[in-house]
C-alpha cells in the first residue's frame, strides 16, 4: 500500500542584487528543480530582511545563498541574526567563491552547508535532500 | 587563390590522402574518426587544403591596413608597437586601487602613449549606490573600488596628465554620472572636455543582459546610451563613447559567433540613432571601442578577430556608406575570458590565459587585458596581476610571433574558418535583425533564452565529460597546490568610505545641490524619445559641478525611467 504522498521539498534561492554573477545560481536552480526540490528563485535581494519575508511568505525550509564577490561573510552575518530575531528555525546554505579559509567561520555562524567551486551540482542537491527530507 | 589547373593537382593529391586515410585508420584499425566542430557548432574536417578557400577571394583577405582588414587595421602590426596592456583594476578605496594602478604600470602595464587608468567601481558604485546608503551595507569595497564622488576620482588621477592618461570606468547603470563627475574634475584642473582620452563602458544593456542585475527597461537604458554618445562625439572627439562588448556575453557561455552577432547586432541598432540625432557617422562611429571575449577554442577565436573586422567594415562601408578609414577599422581590446578559470589547481589558468593572449596577438588585437590566475578563487592579488602582465611580456619579448603581421594569414584552415565563422555570424545577426532588433530582441527575451540554453548546455557538457576541463572532471587532485588568496577588510573599508561621501556631501552647497538635481529630473523627464537627445549630459556636469554624488544621481534616473530585470 502507497504511504501518503510526502510534502515537496521547498526551498529559496536567491543572491544580492548587486552579485553580478548567477550562472552558477541558475545550474543549481535547475538542478534541484530537476532533483524534484520546489525552488523559489529570487535574484534580487536588496536586504536580508527581504530574504526572511520571502522565505516566511513561501513557507520554504531552506535558504540557499549565492555570493561571488566577497560578500559571503556580510550576507551570512545578518541572514543568520535575522533570522533569530523573528524566531525562525531554518537552515541556510552559502555558495559561490569562497574561500576555504571562511568555510569554517561560515559554519561557526551557523550555516548549515558551504559550497565552493569545486563542488558539483549533485552535491548540492543531495545535501539538501538529505537535510530535509531524510533521504 | 589557385588557378583551375593547381586545384585540380589538388584534388588528386587530398584523394590519395583520402585513400591512404580509409585504408589505415577505417579498414586496418577500425578506427572512426569522431565528429568534430569549433564552439560555433562548425563541424571540422582532419585537414583544410587550398580547395577550401578556393571560393576565397584575395581581395576579401587582403593585406594588412586594407579594406576589409581580416589581416589588420594598419600596414604595421606589433612591429610598429606593442598591443597595449590594460588591466582593470579596483578594490577596497581610491588609495588603494590608485597604488595597484601605480604598481602594474611600474611593471609594465602601458598603453600606447601615456598611463592606463582602467578602474571597476565596487558593487556598491556599481550599481549606483553611494557608500552611506542603507542598500550599500556589505558592498563597499568588494568587486572593485569605491567610486562615488569627484573627490574619489580625484585620488585615482591626481597628478597624472589627463591629456595622455587613458581613463575609463568600468561602469554599467552609472555611466552617465560617473562620466559628468570625470568632466567636471577635470574642468576644475583647466582641461576642457576635448582634451579628454579614456572611455565610457556604455554598453548597460549588455551587462544587464549578462548579469542579470537591475538597470532600467531596455528602451530607456537606449535613449541614456545615445545621450552619452551624443555629448562625447560633439564635445569629446577623443573618447570612446561605447564600448561593444563581447565579453559579457561570452562569459555567459555564447559561442564566438553568437558574441560577434550581438556586438554588430547592438553596433548597427546604436550608428542608426546616433544618425536619427543628427550625428555625423564618420563622427561617431571611430569612437567605438570594444571589449571581446577570448575563450579557449585557439584557432576560432583567432579567426574571430579577423571576421570581425572584416564584417565591421563591410557594415560601415556597405550599409552606412562611410569611406572614412578610421571609421572601418575596427579596434580590438580583449578580455581572457574568466569563465574559463578553475578554482581547481589554480596555477593551470596560466596556462590558459598564455594561449588565451597567444589567440589574441595572432588575432591582431590592439589592448588585452588577461585575467589573473587566482579569480576563480578572489579578486586578483598584486602578484596573480603582474603574473598577467608577464604573460603579455613573454609573448610579445620571446616567443617572436609579434615579427609578422598575421602570421597565420593563408592558412588554408585559417582562412577556411574566417570565411565560415563570418557567414554563421552573419546568420544570427541577420536573424536579430529580422526580430526587431537588439533592443527588441532583450524585452522579447530572446537573446536571453538563447544565452540560457547555452549555460544550460555547457554545464551538461562538463557533468557528461563531454567537455573536458583539466583539474575540474579529468586529471583532479585531492591535494593540489594552494594560492593565497586575496581579501579586503571590507567592514573598514565601507566605514572609511562612508565617512568620506558624508564630509563630501557636508561640505557642499546645499541648495546648488538641490537645484541641480532637481534640473537632472527635469531633463530626465523631458526625454521621451531617442530622437529628443541633448539634454540632459550638460544638466549631470551641471550636478556634478554643484558635487552631487554618484547614488544622488542615479537616484533620479532611477525614479524617473522605473527599474527592470532581464529575468
Known amino acids: 500500500m502507497e504511504t501518503a504522498k510526502k510534502e515537496k521539498v521547498r526551498v529559496l534561492l536567491t543572491r544580492h542584487v548587486f552579485e553580478g554573477h548567477d550562472i552558477g545560481l541558475r545550474t543549481i536552480v535547475n538542478r534541484c528543480r530537476e532533483s524534484g526540490i520546489e525552488v523559489i528563485y529570487y535574484p534580487r535581494f536588496k536586504d536580508l530582511n527581504e530574504v526572511v519575508k520571502v522565505a516566511e511568505e513561501e513557507d520554504v525550509g531552506l535558504i540557499g545563498i549565492s555570493s561571488s564577490t566577497g560578500a559571503h561573510l556580510y550576507l551570512s552575518e545578518v541572514l543568520i541574526s535575522t533570522l533569530k530575531e523573528k524566531g525562525m528555525v531554518m537552515p541556510v546554505i552559502v555558495g559561490g567563491i569562497i574561500p576555504d579559509k571562511d568555510a569554517s567561520r561560515l559554519k561557526g555562524l551557523g550555516i548549515a552547508g558551504v559550497f565552493g567551486p569545486g563542488s558539483s551540482p549533485e552535491e548540492v542537491t543531495s545535501f539538501i535532500l538529505k537535510l530535509l527530507d531524510g533521504h | ?567
Request: with cysteine.
Open chain 2, 1 to 567: 587563390m589557385v588557378d583551375k589547373k593547381g586545384l585540380n593537382k589538388v584534388k588528386e593529391m587530398e584523394e590519395k590522402w583520402q585513400k591512404n586515410y580509409t585504408e589505415k585508420y577505417e579498414k586496418k584499425l577500425g578506427f572512426k574518426m569522431p565528429e568534430s566542430h569549433t564552439e560555433s557548432g562548425i563541424s571540422l574536417k582532419p585537414v583544410y587544403t587550398p580547395l577550401d578557400i578556393s571560393d576565397v577571394d584575395y581581395s576579401d583577405i587582403e593585406m594588412p591596413g586594407s579594406y576589409p582588414y581580416t589581416r589588420g587595421l594598419y600596414p604595421l602590426t606589433y612591429q610598429y608597437q606593442p598591443w597595449m596592456t590594460q588591466q582593470i583594476h579596483g578594490y577596497a578605496r581610491a588609495e588603494e586601487t590608485r597604488e595597484r594602478g601605480e604598481k602594474l604600470a611600474k611593471e609594465g602595464m602601458k598603453g600606447y602613449k601615456g598611463a592606463v587608468l582602467f578602474v571597476v567601481p565596487d558593487l556598491a558604485s556599481a550599481y549606483g549606490y553611494d557608500p552611506d546608503a542603507q542598500e550599500a551595507r556589505g558592498m563597499v569595497g568588494i568587486g572593485g573600488t569605491s567610486v562615488n564622488s569627484e573627490e574619489d576620482i580625484r585620488i585615482i588621477c591626481d597628478g597624472y596628465d589627463l591629456k595622455k592618461t587613458r581613463v575609463g570606468f568600468s561602469t554599467k547603470t552609472t555611466c552617465l554620472p560617473i562620466l559628468a563627475m570625470y568632466v567636471a574634475y577635470a574642468e576644475r584642473l583647466g582641461y576642457e572636455p576635448k582634451d579628454l582620452n579614456g572611455q565610457s563602458q556604455n554598453r548597460r544593456k549588455i551587462s544587464w543582459l549578462g548579469q542579470n542585475t537591475r538597470d532600467h527597461p531596455p528602451q530607456e537604458q537606449l535613449k541614456l546610451q545615445v545621450e552619452l554618445i551624443k555629448y562625447c562625439v560633439e564635445n569629446m572627439p577623443r573618447w570612446n563613447h561605447t564600448n561593444l562588448c563581447g565579453y559579457v556575453v561570452g562569459e555567459n557561455c555564447a559561442s564566438p559567433a553568437q558574441e560577434m552577432a550581438f556586438m554588430l547586432s547592438e553596433a548597427i541598432e546604436l550608428i542608426e540613432c546616433g544618425i536619427k540625432v543628427g550625428l555625423n557617422p564618420d563622427d561617431m562611429i571611430p569612437r567605438f571601442s570594444a571589449q571581446m571575449h577570448m575563450g579557449m577554442d585557439f584557432f576560432e577565436e583567432i579567426c574571430k578577430l579577423r571576421a570581425f573586422r572584416k564584417m565591421w567594415a563591410k557594415t560601415i562601408k556597405e550599409r552606412f556608406g562611410c569611406e572614412k578609414a578610421a571609421s572601418q577599422q575596427f579596434r580590438i581590446h580583449v578580455h581572457t575570458g574568466g569563465i574559463n578559470l578553475t578554482a581547481q589547481q589554480p596555477l593551470n589558468n596560466i596556462t590558459r590565459a598564455t594561449l588565451q593572449v597567444l589567440a589574441s596577438v595572432l588575432g591582431s588585437t590592439q589592448s588585452i587585458h588577461t585575467s589573473s590566475y587566482d579569480e576563480a578563487l578572489s579578486l586578483p592579488s598584486e602578484d596573480a596581476a603582474i603574473t598577467s602582465l608577464r604573460i603579455n611580456q613573454i609573448i610579445l619579448n620571446e616567443s617572436g610571433v609579434a615579427k609578422l603581421c598575421d602570421p597565420l594569414g593563408g592558412s588554408y584552415y585559417v582562412e577556411w574558418l574566417t570565411d565560415r565563422l563570418e557567414k554563421e555570424a552573419w546568420k544570427i545577426t541577420g536573424e536579430i535583425e529580422e526580430r526587431g532588433g537588439f533592443t527588441r530582441c532583450m524585452e522579447t527575451g530572446w537573446l536571453w533564452n538563447i544565452l540560457d540554453q547555452r549555460i544550460m548546455t555547457w554545464r551538461q557538457e562538463v557533468d557528461s565529460g563531454q567537455r573536458i576541463i583539466v583539474g575540474v572532471n579529468k586529471y583532479r587532485q585531492e591535494e593540489a597546490l594552494e594560492v593565497p588568496e586575496f581579501t579586503v577588510d571590507q567592514e573598514v573599508v565601507e566605514k572609511m568610505a562612508a565617512q568620506r561621501i558624508r564630509e563630501w556631501k557636508q561640505s557642499r552647497n546645499q541648495d546648488e545641490v538641490k537645484n541641480a538635481l532637481k534640473r537632472v529630473e527635469t531633463a530626465a523627464r523631458g526625454y521621451m524619445s531617442v530622437d529628443q537627445a541633448g539634454h540632459l549630459m550638460p544638466v549631470l556636469i551641471d550636478a556634478a559641478r554643484a558635487r552631487c554624488t554618484l547614488g544622488e544621481m542615479v537616484g533620479v534616473f532611477f525614479q524617473v525611467y522605473g527599474q527592470a530585470y532581464p529575468c
